[in-house]
């Protein structure tokens, strides 16, 4: 079993359109994340959620729009896609926020804006 | 926040051990050391984390030096499934909230 999936895997889009990617675990965990690897592979933390609640944000624009409908999911909507948005997106879980945590990172989505 | 410095890029001869090192001079004294690894194509992938001792699991060593300045990953013996872009990472506070902090990560080759 996919302790943590997301989908869609692959996404090519139009600028400008309106797209979401979603992500579920099955693990039991309380914290998931974004994370953003761009084309020089630089993984970055965009959101952090525990409890449904969020509590990282990284300055990401206000076009990317998280939500939390429950502790095993974590979606990520984004507005106006933009060129620079292209990019693979990963979702991840772990069982709490304490630096001993470990983090379990679903497969990807690869978002290309054209 | 604090920073891992790794080499680009390592090389390996199949079943022979490898270590790879990280240096992070700004680690602070609630700093865990994480590493994970990315196959191509897939996430990260968590490999071994330790805060002061050296740690053993079924994939890894992770030995830690006594000051906390740098650590080095040991596979004890390299497979080409082992070919991967391996991440030290400092498990970092930041205001209470806790975050990964990837570097740029070694590239590791083995070679058959």
């Known amino acids: 079993d996919t302790a943590v999936s997301q989908t869609p895997k692959y996404l090519v889009t139009q600028m400008g359109n309106d797209k979401s990617i979603k992500c579920e675990q099955n693990?039991?965990?309380?914290?998931m994340y974004w994370y953003k690897q761009d084309s020089k592979k630089f993984l970055k933390i965009m959101f952090s959620?525990?409890?449904?609640?969020?509590?990282i944000n990284e300055t990401v624009p206000n076009r990317f729009s998280p939500k939390s409908p429950d502790k095993a999911h974590l979606n990520l909507h984004i507005n106006s896609l933009e060129l620079g948005d292209s990019a693979v997106y990963f979702c991840?879980?772990?069982?709490?926020?304490?630096?001993?945590?470990?983090?379990?990172f679903g497969e990807g989505s690869w978002l290309t804006v054209v | 926040d604090a920073k891992t410095t790794q080499p680009n890029s390592m090389e390996s001869n199949e079943e022979e051990p490898v270590h790879l090192p990280c240096n992070h001079s700004?680690?602070?004294?609630?700093?865990?050391i994480h590493w994970y690894r990315q196959l191509p194509s897939q996430g990260p992938e968590y490999v071994i984390h330790?805060?002061?001792s050296n740690v053993n699991n079924r994939m890894a060593s992770l030995a830690i030096a006594e000051d906390r300045k740098s650590s080095t990953l040991i596979l004890h013996r390299a497979t080409l499934r082992d070919a991967a872009v391996y991440y030290c990472?400092?498990?970092?506070?930041?205001?209470?909230?806790?975050?990964?902090?990837f570097g740029t990560g070694t590239r590791l080759k083995v070679l058959a």
């Open positions: 991840a879980s772990s069982r709490g926020q304490g630096a001993g945590n470990t983090i379990y």
């Open positions: 693990l039991g965990h309380d914290t």
């Open positions: 959620y525990n409890n449904k609640e969020l509590i």
């Open positions: 700004t680690i602070s004294g609630t700093d865990y």
């Open positions: 330790g805060l002061t």
């Open positions: 990472i400092l498990r970092a506070t930041t205001s209470g909230t806790y975050k990964y902090i």
